[in-house]
């Protein structure tokens, strides 16, 4: 007996994993930057029907690209919500996970890929928001506020607008330098940027207690 008109195949959702995977992995590259849809159909070995069968239009296939690696994260996250004692060496292994992202993880990559889909695409630009963008925010105002709780930060500090200023300047430091090439014509001392920040966000926002 066949499938009822519009419902899916058992394997559905583990072909559509595997489909995004291999689109994901080309995406990575820095010539897959405006890929079209033919090519990201090539890129994931199928045909352009078969991809729009399990996506629609090349926005979702993105899209979906975004969530994977939003889903992908999510233990790295629970684990940057957790603080260590004391503001600065919390702040300063954040930061040092995030700077590893970009090192060894593909995390320069996916931000690339997310500016160069979401910029002025109102479909897009929320999903780069919601699913690059936001999780680290949240993780780091979840940190903070628990440096609240400690009686490690001052109470009258917004800890999600403490979150961005401590986290945005770094992101765009880490493009400057290297998914934008600035390191070659005007380098930066990323070691002692992240020092200078975390100095300055502590004095800006720790206790006095604990400076």
Same mark, same amino acid.
């Given at each position: 007996?066949?499938?009822?008109?519009?419902?899916?195949?058992?394997?559905?959702?583990?072909?559509?994993?595997?489909?995004?995977?291999?689109?994901?992995?080309?995406?990575?590259?820095?010539?897959?930057?405006?890929?079209?849809?033919?090519?990201?159909?090539?890129?994931? =070995?199928?045909?352009?029907?078969?991809?729009?069968?399990?996506?629609?239009?090349? =926005?979702?296939?993105?899209?979906?690209? #975004?969530?994977?690696?939003?889903?992908?994260?999510?233990?790295?996250? /629970?684990?940057?919500?957790?603080?260590?004692?004391? *503001?600065?060496?919390?702040?300063?292994?954040?930061?040092?996970?995030?700077?590893?992202?970009?090192?060894?993880?593909?995390?320069? =990559?996916?931000?690339?890929?997310?500016?160069?889909?979401?910029?002025?695409?109102?479909?897009? !630009?929320?999903?780069?928001?919601?699913?690059? *963008?936001?999780?680290?925010?949240?993780?780091?105002?979840?940190?903070?506020?628990?440096?609240?709780?400690? !009686?490690?930060?001052?109470?009258?500090?917004?800890?999600?607008? /403490?979150?961005?200023?401590? #986290?945005?300047?770094?992101?765009?430091?880490?493009?400057?330098?290297?998914?934008? !090439?600035?390191?070659?014509?005007?380098?930066?001392?990323?070691?002692?940027?992240?020092?200078?920040?975390?100095?300055?966000?502590?004095?800006?926002?720790?206790?006095?207690?604990?400076?």
């Amino acid at each position: 007996m066949g499938r009822p008109p519009g419902s899916k195949s058992r394997d559905h959702d583990a072909r559509r994993q595997e489909i995004v995977a291999r689109i994901a992995k080309r995406l990575s590259q820095r010539d897959a930057m405006h890929a079209s849809y033919r090519e990201l159909a090539q890129s994931a =070995e199928v045909s352009l029907s078969m991809l729009q069968h399990y996506f629609g239009r090349r =926005e979702d296939v993105i899209a979906a690209v #975004l969530d994977q690696a939003r889903q992908n994260a999510e233990p790295y996250l /629970a684990q940057a919500r957790q603080s260590l004692e004391g *503001l600065a060496p919390s702040m300063t292994a954040f930061l040092e996970h995030l700077r590893l992202g970009f090192d060894q993880f593909g995390l320069g =990559e996916l931000h690339s890929l997310a500016l160069t889909e979401g910029l002025g695409n109102s479909v897009l !630009g929320p999903k780069v928001v919601e699913a690059l *963008l936001e999780p680290s925010i949240e993780a780091l105002t979840a940190r903070l506020e628990a440096h609240q709780a400690a !009686g490690e930060m001052r109470p009258d500090s917004n800890a999600r607008h /403490a979150a961005l200023m401590l #986290l945005m300047p770094v992101i765009m430091l880490l493009l400057h330098q290297r998914e934008l !090439g600035g390191a070659l014509a005007h380098p930066i001392d990323i070691d002692r940027f992240l020092a200078d920040q975390i100095d300055a966000f502590v004095r800006a926002h720790g206790m006095p207690a604990y400076l």
